[in-house]
């Protein structure tokens, strides 16, 4: 009978997606996470390494799918404010992204994070493209092109990033409206890139 490495692959890194969003690198341990996914724990350092590069590792994953399933589309078919709906609904799908972001930025705060410079050439791929909107008139010139990518991202994911922030803020009765609050980011997206 062979093994299947990469069936056994994706059973781990599922359980780190899991544990490290609801505990967090530090909070968790190999031994929890081969337990979880039905190995022992050599099989995920052999794999993977330690549990450090387990983290990046499962990061870099989940950044890869959702570039793939929120691909930024050129803003001349799609409105800019539209992606950031788009963007709140993944995070809403897939909560997890961004509680292991919040992770991430404990762990990493004033360092330079795993795979920096290609996370770097993505984000810039967003950044150009608004740009492109500053250049040909779409989009406000008042502010820098690299702060709106971020107010925007920011629009689509503290939801998920601070429930416990919206839980205070904003009306207890809305707390399931997902449609309301989907509105108001692509609103509030709208009112950030006036001209």
């Known amino acids: 009978m062979s093994w299947d490495t990469e069936g056994t ?21 190999i031994d929890k996470i081969a337990k979880i996914a039905g190995v022992n724990k050599e099989r995920v350092y052999n794999y993977f390494g330690p549990k450090k590069e387990l983290f990046a590792v499962v990061l870099s ?18 409105d800019i404010a539209e992606y950031a709906g788009r963007a709140y609904d993944y995070h809403r799908a897939h909560p997890e992204l961004s509680r292991l972001l919040l992770w991430e930025g404990l762990i990493y705060s004033s360092q330079e994070v795993p795979n920096e410079s290609s ?8 950044i150009q493209a608004i740009k492109k909107e500053q250049e040909e008139g779409r989009a406000t010139n008042e502010i820098e092109a690299s ?5 925007i991202l920011a629009l689509a994911n503290s939801w998920f990033m601070l429930p416990q922030v919206a839980r205070m803020l904003t009306p ?5 409206n997902h449609e309301k609050r989907r509105a108001i980011i692509i609103e509030s997206a709208k009112r950030l890139l006036v001209k």
């Open 172 to 176: 207890v009765e809305d707390a399931d």
């Open 119 to 126: 996370r770097r050439e993505n984000y810039n791929y967003k």
């Open 147 to 151: 702060y709106l990518a971020f107010l």
């Open 9 to 29: 692959k994706q059973k781990i890194l599922d359980a780190a997606v899991g544990e490290f969003a609801r505990q967090g690198p530090d909070g968790t341990t």
């Open 61 to 78: 994953n989940e950044l890869i799918k959702v570039a793939k399933a929120v691909p930024l589309k050129s803003f001349e078919e799609e």
